[in-house]
C-alpha cells in the first residue's frame, strides 16, 4: 500500500505536451479514477506512473521515493491494461503465477497465493485453461488476478473494462469496487466513462488536453463543476450551458436566456457575485434542475417542446426557449409528444454560472 | 461446388469474348503445372521405385533382373552407408543447430529501431540469394591454406580447413551456416515482430528479468514460426550435395547425397541407388514428421 505523488509531470512525444504541469497526489488506500476524453493525457499519466512511458520532466514518488528514474520492474506496482494481455501460450495457472515465479518465490508459498486469489476472484475452476478459451469477463478477472497475486504497492488498471459488454461491464465495476475495498490497495484507475467513475471512485481527476481540470469527490465534481469542460463531461445527459444576461427586476434579479426578454428569477444573494466580473456569463443548469409545469405559474416562463427521450425511468424532453434549446428531466410520460405547450422554471439553487472567456465557474462566498 | 468457388468471367472482358468459359480458364492454368509434375516428379517417383528391386545398371544394355529387397537388405547390412548417415547426421545437427543459433541471434539484434534496418537486413540476406555451388567455390578459396583469407585473418598459418579429416565436415557446415543464417533470420524476424508489444509491458510489469522474458514469452510465441524454419533447413541440409561436394572430397564430409551420386553415377548401380534414394525419403519425411507433430502441438493453443 503506498502514497502516489506526481510533482510537475511534463511528457512530450515529439513535439506535442500529452501531460502539462502535473501535481497530484494519491493517498494510502485511495481509489482514484481518472476521467478524461481519448488522447487527453490520462493514459500516459498512469503508464508514467507504472514506469512504462518516461516522463519528458517533473517527479513521480511512490511512499516517498523518487521513482520516475526507475525501471517497471522496480516500482513495484502492478497493472491491469485494457488489452488484458495474459500470455496466450500459458494457462490461468500460469499466468496468474507468473509475476511470483519471475521473482522465484517458493512453489508452496506460490501455489498458495495463486489459489488463494482465484478463490477471490472466483476463477478457480478455469485455472488449468488458456486465455483463448476464456470468455471476456473471465479474462479479466485473470488479468486482476495476476495484478494481485504479488500483493503490489498500488494497482494501476488502464480502461480494464472497457473492452467488455453493457451487462458484464456493471457486474465487473461492482466486482472491482468490491476488491478494493477488502484489499484496500491504493488504486488509479483510468476511464473516459463518467458512470465507471462516479462509482468507483473515491476521488475524480478530470483531465483535458493533458491539464488537469478538477480533482474531487464524485458529487463534488458533479455538484460543483470547477469550469464548462467539466460541467459538460460529467452528468448524462450533459448539462444545458447557455449565454445569459442579468436584469433588476425588483428586489430580484432576472437571468435571461436565449436573447429574448422572458427570464428566470433568482434570489439576488445568488447573483451578487457576478456583477463585479463584467465578463460574459454563461448558465449551467442540469436536466433535473429544470422543471416543467402544464400549467402557467408565477415565474415560469411558456415554451414549447420539440422533442422527447423516453427511457423508462424518466424522460428527457427538449424544450425551444428563445433560439437556445434546454434540456429537462421529467418524470416518465409527464409531456405527451413534440410541439407541446408547457411553462418551464430552474431552480436557481442548482445553477452554475461560468467565465465565458476563461471557463472557469463564478461562485459566491456560500 | 468447386465451380461455384471460382470467380465468374467478366462478361465484357478479352477472355470472354474469345469465347472461353470458366472452366477452360481453370483447365488452362491446371493442366500443364499437373503434366509437368506428372511426367518429372511421379513418374520418375515410380519407375525408380520398381527398379529399387532389381540390379538395373543403366550403363549397360543387360535386361534388369528382379532381385526382390536385397538392395535394401545389402545397404541397411553395409557399415559404410551407416558411416555416411552417422556423417549426415552430425552435419544436420551442427548446421542447423549453428544456423538457428546465429539466425535467431540475428534476428533479436535487428527486432529494434535501428537505423538502416531495411538496408542491414537485405544485405545479410545476400548469402541465400547465392548458388550453392558458387558458394563453395569461392568458401575453398576462403579456406585455401597457402592463400586463403580466413587462415589469414584469424593468423592460423597453413591450417587445412579442407584437407584435414577432422575438421572439414566442420568447414562445410560452417560454410552452411553461413549461407543460410539469413533464411532463419528473416524468419525469426517475422515471427518476433508478431509478438504483441503489451506482453513484454506485461512482463516488465511483472518484474520478469530480460532472460527470464526470453525464455518464458520470447521463445515459445516465436517457437511455431522457428520450427518451420527448422524442418526446412533439416530437409535441405539432409540432401546437402553441390557444396559439400564441391568444398572437399573427404571420406569424412561424404553425405548421404554424395554416396548417393557416387553409386548412381559413378559406379552406375542404377537398382541400388534406387533404393538408397528410398530409404532416404522415408528417413526425412519421418524426421519432418516429428518436426510437424510438434508444431501442430505448439499451434493448437
Request: glycine residues 8%; contains cysteine.
Amino acid at each position: 500500500m503506498a502514497q502516489i505523488e506526481l510533482k510537475n509531470v511534463q511528457k512530450f512525444f515529439g513535439p506535442v505536451q500529452v501531460i502539462k504541469d502535473m501535481d497530484l497526489t494519491i493517498n494510502d488506500g485511495e481509489f482514484v479514477v481518472m476521467l478524461g476524453q481519448s488522447g487527453c493525457g490520462k493514459t500516459t499519466t498512469l503508464r508514467a506512473i507504472a514506469g512504462l512511458e518516461t516522463v519528458t520532466s517533473g517527479e513521480i514518488f511512490i511512499d516517498g521515493v523518487a521513482v520516475h528514474e526507475k525501471k517497471a520492474a522496480d516500482r513495484d506496482i502492478a497493472f491491469v491494461f485494457q488489452s488484458f494481455s495474459l500470455y496466450p501460450h500459458m494457462n490461468v495457472y500460469e499466468n496468474i503465477a507468473f509475476p511470483l515465479r519471475a521473482v522465484g518465490m517458493s512453489n508452496a508459498e506460490r501455489d498458495k497465493a495463486v489459489k488463494e486469489v482465484a478463490e477471490i476472484l472466483q476463477i478457480t475452476a478455469l485455472l488449468d485453461r488458456r486465455p483463448s478459451a476464456l470468455a471476456g469477463g473471465d479474462m479479466q478477472r485473470v488479468a486482476i488476478g495476476r495484478a494481485l497475486v504479488r500483493r503490489p504497492k498500488a494497482l494501476l488498471m488502464d480502461e480494464p473494462i472497457g473492452a467488455l459488454d453493457a451487462k458484464l461491464r456493471e457486474e465487473m465495476r461492482s466486482e472491482i469496487k468490491r476488491l478494493h475495498i477488502s484489499r484496500g490497495s491504493t488504486s488509479v484507475y483510468v476511464t473516459h466513462d463518467q458512470i465507471e467513475a462516479m462509482s468507483l471512485a473515491d476521488r475524480i481527476v478530470i483531465m483535458h488536453d493533458g491539464l488537469l481540470q478538477q480533482i474531487g469527490a464524485p458529487d463534488e465534481v458533479y455538484l460543483k463543476p470547477a469550469n464548462l469542460f467539466v460541467a459538460e463531461f460529467v452528468g448524462s445527459p450533459v448539462m444545458n450551458v447557455a449565454d445569459v444576461v442579468l436584469a433588476a427586476s425588483g428586489g430580484q434579479i432576472q437571468v435571461r436566456l436565449g436573447h429574448g426578454d422572458a427570464g428566470f428569477h433568482f434570489p439576488a444573494g445568488l447573483t451578487n457575485h457576478l456583477k463585479e466580473t463584467g465578463a460574459d456569463i454563461a448558465l449551467g443548469i442540469r436536466p433535473e434542475a429544470v422543471s416543467l409545469q402544464h400549467d402557467a405559474k408565477d415565474g415560469y416562463i411558456p415554451v414549447e417542446t420539440t422533442n422527447i427521450e423516453p427511457l423508462g425511468s424518466h424522460d428527457i424532453v427538449d424544450i425551444k426557449l428563445g433560439d437556445i434549446s434546454l434540456r429537462a428531466r421529467t418524470e416518465s410520460g409527464f409531456v405527451s409528444g413534440e410541439g407541446q405547450q408547457v411553462w418551464v422554471n430552474i431552480d436557481p439553487a442548482q445553477a452554475h454560472f461560468f467565465d465565458r472567456s476563461s471557463g472557469l465557474a463564478l461562485r459566491g462566498q456560500s | 461446388m468447386a465451380l461455384s468457388v471460382i470467380a465468374r468471367l467478366e462478361p465484357g472482358s478479352r477472355a470472354a469474348k474469345r469465347g472461353m468459359s470458366d472452366l477452360a480458364i481453370r483447365n488452362l492454368f491446371i493442366i500443364p503445372t499437373i503434366t509437368f509434375l506428372i511426367v518429372f516428379n511421379i513418374f520418375p517417383l515410380l519407375y525408380s521405385l520398381g527398379y529399387s528391386f532389381t540390379d538395373f545398371r543403366a550403363s549397360t544394355n543387360a535386361p534388369a533382373k528382379f532381385v526382390g529387397l536385397d538392395n535394401y537388405k545389402f545397404l541397411l547390412n553395409d557399415e559404410f552407408i551407416w558411416r555416411n548417415f552417422t556423417i549426415t547426421a552430425k552435419y544436420v545437427i551442427i548446421s542447423v543447430t549453428g544456423q538457428v543459433i546465429v539466425g535467431f541471434g540475428m534476428a533479436m539484434l535487428l527486432n529494434r529501431d535501428i537505423p538502416l534496418k531495411g538496408l542491414i537486413t537485405t544485405l545479410l540476406m545476400l548469402p541465400m540469394m547465392l548458388s550453392m555451388a558458387v558458394v563453395g567455390l569461392f568458401w575453398k578459396l576462403l579456406y585455401d591454406p597457402s592463400f586463403g583469407i580466413i587462415n589469414y585473418g584469424l593468423g592460423l598459418g597453413k591450417f587445412e580447413w579442407l584437407a584435414d579429416p577432422d575438421v572439414a565436415l566442420y568447414a562445410v557446415a560452417l560454410t552452411d551456416i553461413w549461407m543460410w543464417s539469413p533464411f532463419v533470420m528473416l524468419l525469426s524476424l517475422a515471427g518476433l515482430s508478431a509478438v504483441p508489444k503489451h506482453l513484454y509491458e506485461a512482463a516488465e510489469i511483472d518484474r520478469a528479468g530480460s532472460f527470464y522474458t526470453f525464455t518464458r514469452i520470447t521463445l515459445p510465441l516465436v517457437a511455431p514460426i522457428l520450427m518451420i524454419a527448422i524442418i526446412f533447413r533439416t530437409m535441405e541440409a539432409f540432401k546437402t550435395f553441390d557444396m559439400a561436394y564441391i568444398l572437399s572430397s573427404q571420406p569424412t564430409t561424404e553425405l548421404i547425397a554424395i554416396r548417393l551420386y557416387k553409386m548412381a553415377f559413378l559406379e552406375w548401380q542404377t537398382g541400388q541407388s534406387s533404393a538408397f534414394a528410398y530409404i532416404v525419403l522415408i528417413m526425412v519425411v519421418a524426421i519432418t514428421n516429428i518436426y510437424v507433430k510438434y508444431l501442430n502441438k505448439v499451434k493448437e493453443r
